[in-house]
């Protein structure tokens, strides 16, 4: 196959940019707690030596799910933090789910979990379709999206969705925010 560039992660300095966060916190905040959310596709963006063993796709994908990546960071944070301050600060890395409500699924988790399992199978037998994801709107009525709207050709990754600054998601976005170093 042909050989390709990709953008790759600076782990160390994305490492040290969490721990001076940390430590800002505990500093000025007098806070020794938080959450650092990194959105699992960052896995895609690992030197290679932290994607060894991984399977990949037909298309060289990597499979992200497998890269475990909640788990290393938090070992390479403590490592860093100790290396900084001479302490011990315990980072647990963990992948979350539903859990990140705090609560079990709702009824609404449970009834699209299941319609979108069953607009699986009647893609695939009723409809007889292939390539598509399997989407709901409105009342949870099925809506098939072909492969072909969602993946760049060129690459085989899906296309960035941009959010509307003016959108009410956008907004909520803002809203939700919080800031370190201020």
């Known amino acids: 196959g042909e ?7 600076v782990v160390d300095e ?3 940019r ?9 500093e000025k905040e007098g806070k020794d707690f ?7 596709g960052l896995a895609e963006f690992l030197p290679m030596e932290f994607l060894k063993g991984i ?3 037909e298309h060289g994908h990597i499979a992200i799910s497998q890269v475990n990546m909640y788990r290393t960071f938090a070992k390479l944070i403590s490592k860093e933090y ?3 301050t001479g302490k011990n600060r315990k980072v647990t890395g963990l992948q979350l789910g539903y859990e990140a409500r705090c609560a079990r699924p ?5 009834m699209l979990g299941s319609q979108l399992g069953v607009g699986a199978y009647r893609a695939l037998v009723e409809r007889n379709l292939n390539g598509v994801m399997v989407s709901v709107e409105g009342q949870l009525e099925l809506h098939y999206v072909p492969f072909e709207e969602l993946v760049d050709p060129a690459t085989l990754v899906t296309k960035v969705r941009h959010v509307e600054p003016d959108s ?10 919080t800031y370190v170093n201020e």
Request: hydrophobic share 50%; aromatic share 6%; no cysteine.
């Open 106 to 110: 709702l009824a609404f988790d449970v």
């Open 55 to 57: 399977p990949r796709d």
């Open 14 to 16: 994305v490492v040290r």
């Open 3 to 9: 050989k390709s560039k990709r953008p790759v992660m």
């Open 82 to 84: 100790n290396r900084q």
């Open 34 to 40: 938080g959450v650092i959310v990194m959105a699992e």
């Open 168 to 177: 009410d998601f956008h907004r909520l976005a803002r809203f939700l925010e």
């Open 18 to 26: 969490i721990v001076a966060t940390l430590r800002v916190r505990e």
